[in-house]
């Protein structure tokens, strides 16, 4: 087994030479127009220490799978045949099905001649038929939270059970891991296999020839900015959920492809978008909640809030006031 992380915009700056992992994936692209700035100098900085390498793309599902595709390629053409390509399927883009994911994955596998991942959550994984995808031969990487937060890695996490696929190639176990070397929540992943089935799934230096990286376009707005997650706890419901973030379980269930609003599980992650506004983003405390828990979900950190909300003390908050996140 090999333990990494992925990393997007929100790591910018991360030195990858000494955060201690076996691989680094990151954020390449996002619909027809967004490269990430910042993902040749952290792929360099991994790459030259000796890491295993990933990119991935995330889909905005507002054109077509080819188009994406090619926009992903003709970006990462440097990559090709040293890294593991990757589709990264969320939010309000599963609703546009199994079929426009499979588009995606055909034309990149048609282009390079390498057979990119998949990630996605595991309730999209249970609630789609994604046979054509498994019959094409597309490895997974599945998200299932377990915890809140993890000091260093986990290789042993509990796997979400899933459908179609025999097996996870890999596993994102938490959003808000910690490691020496930066002092922001990580993703921390487990990938079931060693440095050859790593190389296999790169391509092994196959492929179109690597061509020189073009330089990023100007760089758009991360979805995210407007958009935040929430890792279902024991005993929610969508719809208390929905109430907590000023929403609908109908919005919910429809741009997190859920098809049963009263079907959701512990470590699910739910997107919620459209909560930012100019008053600020704000979550209701709940029984059993940490400062440090709450600042690993959102992605920001425990002093960050301490500041925003006047709190004195980080280790004394209670259930039923609500915080300010930005």
Known sequence: MLNGIDISAWQRGIDTAVIPADFVIVKATEGLDYVNGDCD????????????LGVYHFADGNSSGTAEADFFVDNVAGYIGEAVLVLDWETHTVTRGPGYAKEFLDRVQARTGI??????????????????VVAGDYGLW????????CDGYWPDAPMYPISDWADAAMLQYTSSGYLPGWGDPLDLNVFYGDHAAWDAYAGGGTGVAPQPQPAPAPEAQENA???????VQSGDTLSGIADRYGTTYQHLAAINGITDPDLIYPGDVIVIDGVASGNGQTYTIQSGDTLSGIAGRFGTSVSHLTILNGIENPDLIYAGDTIRIN
Do not use: C, H, L
Not at 119 to 124: L, N
Not at 142 to 149: F, L
């Open 41 to 52: 100098r952290a792929y360099q900085q991994a790459k030259a220490a000796g890491k295993k």
């Open 115 to 132: 057979k990119p991942m998949i990630y996605m959550s595991g309730s999209v994984v249970n609630e789609w038929d994604w046979s054509a």
């Open 142 to 149: 599945v998200a299932y939270y377990s915890t809140d937060s």
């Open 225 to 231: 900015q407007n958009t935040t997650t929430y890792i």
